[in-house]
């Protein structure tokens, strides 16, 4: 199957710092990706859609601001969580869909964040 | 906007059973649906994808039904094995303005004790 990959795995930051979060399709071209957001015993949430080459699209109660989607190649896209909180530690998990395979979606294996 | 719900929200069974785990949504306009396992700290990882044409799909002990127009899916998991703990998510896909999206249940956490 698809391989999709996150870099960091986990990351431990200070609060009101920046981190940057990666999600890459390693043998296929995404146009779209998705992040989610996942706390402690409870499902996915989804953040956003990022589209490659245009901005991100939100869910509701997201902040644009607060979560930073670039989406600049076929393969990549970004997540930066800006002057991180304690309330911003959660499990980042980004999905990218493939289009040659019925636009199924293949998860990368989650960004755990704690801001301390 | 879609719900999804999953029943039972945890599960705990002895090794061997055969296993039938529940998931329904709302919204019956789905594009496909699938099955997820995610392992404690881990990410996703895709056990089944069955198109909203098809009535079933299997793969090795696991065997996933949907019945769309009742809004259901089930995942039966034959003989089950401790290596079969994890939490298995449902997540239908509808289409929207923004492409196709997959909104999740809240999982069922099943534990297989030897």
């Known amino acids: 199957g698809a391989v999709v990959s996150q870099h960091p795995s986990w990351v431990i930051c200070k609060s009101g710092t920046s981190v940057k979060i990666e999600c890459r399709s390693l043998?296929?071209?995404?146009?779209?990706m998705f992040w989610y957001r996942q706390f402690p015993k409870q499902s996915l949430m989804l953040m956003a859609t990022s589209n490659e080459g245009s901005k991100a699209t939100y869910e509701q109660g997201v902040e644009k601001d607060k979560f930073l989607i670039n989406h600049a190649s076929l393969t990549l896209s970004t997540l930066t969580v800006t002057s991180a909180h304690p309330e911003d530690s959660s499990f980042y998990i980004c999905s990218a869909r493939d289009p040659d395979r019925l636009d199924t979606q293949y998860f990368g294996p989650g960004t755990r964040l704690t801001v301390l | 906007k879609q719900e999804v719900t999953q029943i039972p929200a945890a599960l705990s069974v002895p090794e061997g059973e055969n296993l039938v785990l529940n998931c329904s949504f709302t919204?019956?306009?789905?594009?496909?649906l699938q099955w997820f396992r995610q392992d404690p700290g881990k990410g996703l990882t895709s056990l089944l994808l069955?198109?909203?044409?098809?009535r079933e799909q299997t793969s090795g002990r696991l065997n996933a039904s949907l019945d769309k127009s009742s809004g259901r899916s089930t995942l039966y998991i034959a003989a089950s094995q401790p290596g079969d703990s994890a939490t298995y998510l449902c997540?239908?896909?509808?289409?929207?303005?923004?492409?196709?999206?997959?909104?999740f249940g809240g999982g069922t956490r099943l534990m297989v004790k030897p």
């Open positions: 069955i198109q909203s044409s098809q």
């Open positions: 919204d019956s306009a789905i594009y496909n």
């Open positions: 043998d296929f071209q995404a146009t779209t």
């Open positions: 997540a239908p896909q509808v289409w929207n303005n923004a492409g196709n999206m997959l909104t």
